[in-house]
T-cell receptor, first 113, second 112 residues
Framework: EAQVTQNPRYLITVTGKKLTVTCSQNMNHEYMSWYRQDPGLGLRQIYYSMNVEVTDKGDVPEGYKVSRKEKRNFPLILESPSPNQTSLYFC????????????FGSGTRLTVV | AQTVTQSQPEMSVQEAETVTLSCTYDTSESDYYLFWYKQPPSRQMILVIRQEAYKQQNATENRFSVNFQKAAKSFSLKISDSQLGDAAMYFCAYRNTDKLIFGTGTRLQVFP
């Protein structure tokens, strides 16, 4: 089944403790992206990648890092999480060169206390 | 920069009735796609319908249809014969080559 897999689904952590949210897709998509969803703000892009070793900032990149060492994986790293990073996070992918919709992962609910 | 605006934070509809969710966008591009996504309580993002800007014909998917007014930059979603399972958050989105740009969402309640 074609899908984007995110883990974990829920995560509670403390301020300053580094964490990684994993994302993997099995569709051979070049394009991958991370979004955060907050009430009243919709989904905002954090980072995106157009191919292996190619990443770029989205609209809200502060406090986040990403890497794209393999085509299928695009982890989101919070080196020193803060409470304002409490949010619902989505990973998504699509073929490059298309204006079609994304395939989304099932989301990660992160709480930073 | 492109923007997407959903001016209705919440809407409600009676089961079996019709409801229209509004969306406007701003862009200087001529070739783009527009989408409506549904997010039920399971929080999964589900693609409901898409519209290619160069197509004049409005897209339809079963009970879901859009009213695409390119000149007015308007892209509303009509849900006919509403069902309890339609209750969800609905997001309008615009796609350019770099990213999918979302509106702030409309929460739809469906009453029996």
């Amino acid at each position: 089944e074609a899908q984007v897999t995110q883990n974990p689904r829920y995560l509670i952590t403390v301020t300053g403790k580094k964490l990684t949210v994993t994302c993997s897709q099995n569709m051979n998509h070049e394009y991958m992206s991370w979004y955060r969803q907050d009430p009243g703000l919709g989904l905002r892009q954090i980072y995106y990648s157009m191919n292996v070793e190619v990443t770029d900032k989205g609209d809200v990149p502060e406090g986040y890092k990403v890497s794209r060492k393999e085509k299928r994986n695009f982890p989101l790293i919070l080196e020193s999480p803060s409470p304002n990073q409490t949010s619902l996070y989505f990973c998504a992918s699509s073929p490059l060169g298309t204006r079609d919709g994304y395939t989304f992962g099932s989301g990660t609910r992160l709480t930073v206390v | 920069a492109q923007t997407v605006t959903q001016s209705q934070p919440e809407m409600s509809v009676q089961e079996a009735e019709t409801v229209t969710l509004s969306c406007t966008y701003d862009t200087s591009e001529s070739d783009y796609y527009l989408f409506w996504y549904k997010q039920p309580p399971s929080r999964q993002m589900i693609l409901v319908i898409r519209q290619e800007a160069y197509k004049q014909q409005n897209a339809t998917e079963n009970r879901f249809s859009v009213n695409f007014q390119k000149a007015a930059k308007s892209f509303s979603l009509k849900i006919s014969d509403s069902q309890l399972g339609d209750a969800a958050m609905y997001f309008c989105a615009y796609r350019n080559t770099d990213k999918l740009i979302f509106g702030t969402g409309t929460r739809l309640q469906v009453f029996p």
